[in-house]
């Protein structure tokens, strides 16, 4: 069953304005982690943010932010003031706290969103 | 300065051949991971390590095989029962946190040719 699910296969942006990335997720787990990676031509993955599922407070790293709705099961990256080199894949995963009994969860990641920032 | 080498960048496999992969990692994390990545697949999981030693399958393990004898080191042989194998490869390691992010290597290119 897919884990995590990200709807919007690509976005456009203009230059300084915030956009939104969407991802949803699916675990039975009460512990677990969410993270967004970036993803530029080159290939290289970038971290970008945690969340915690007990973090009382959305995660914000810079620019970056983490709309994070437990009860919905969504964990949105928001980019706040866009610039031309945010342009890239952008990847939500989760790591459950258990995989087949173990105590290290593996991760999951969705599909990608291809973000596009244009002036 | 820390991190997760892979090598080569750029690999061209004839069919019927075997190719290795090679992943190496110096933050001294007990996780390892190996993915591929197709244009509108996102990161698929193919083999993964806790420990030395052991490591369990992924969703897409099928014509794959890994070692783990050491703990900065985790190869991916590509075998000739993978018959789709032109795609793009990374490699990542983690600590055992769930609260950790995993790194990544720069990633190596196969191609059939």
């Known amino acids: 069953a897919q884990k995590i699910t990200q709807t919007q296969p690509g976005m456009f942006v203009q230059e300084k304005e915030a956009v939104t990335l969407d991802c949803t997720y699916d675990?039975?787990?009460?512990?677990?982690?969410l993270f967004w990676y970036k993803q530029p031509s080159s290939g290289e993955m970038i971290f970008l943010i945690y969340q915690g599922s007990y973090d009382e407070q959305n995660a914000t790293e810079g620019r970056y932010s983490l709309n994070f709705q437990k009860a919905r099961k969504s964990a949105n990256l928001v980019i706040s003031a866009s610039q031309l080199g945010d342009s890239a894949m952008y990847f939500c995963?989760?790591?459950?706290?258990?995989?087949?009994?173990?105590?290290?969860?593996?991760?999951?990641f969705g599909r990608g969103t291809q973000l596009t920032v244009w002036p | 300065d820390g991190g997760i080498t892979q090598s080569p960048k750029y690999l061209f496999r004839k069919e019927g051949q075997n190719v290795t992969l090679s992943c190496e990692q110096n933050?001294?994390?007990?996780?390892m991971y190996w993915y591929r990545q197709d244009p509108g697949q996102g990161l698929r999981l193919i083999y993964y390590?806790?420990?030395?030693?052991?490591?369990q399958k992924g969703d897409i393990a099928e014509g794959y095989s890994v070692s783990r004898e050491k703990k900065e080191s985790f190869p991916l042989t590509v075998t000739s029962a993978q018959k789709n194998p032109t795609a793009f490869y990374l490699c990542?390691?983690?600590?055992?946190?769930?609260?950790?992010?995993?790194?990544f290597g720069q990633g190596t290119r196969l191609t059939v040719v």
């Open positions: 390590s806790q420990i030395v030693n052991d490591f």
């Open positions: 933050l001294n994390h007990d996780a």
């Open positions: 990542a390691s983690s600590t055992e946190r769930v609260d950790t992010e995993a790194f």
């Open positions: 995963a989760m790591r459950d706290f258990s995989y087949r009994g173990s105590t290290l969860g593996r991760l999951y």
């Open positions: 675990t039975s787990d009460q512990s677990y982690g």
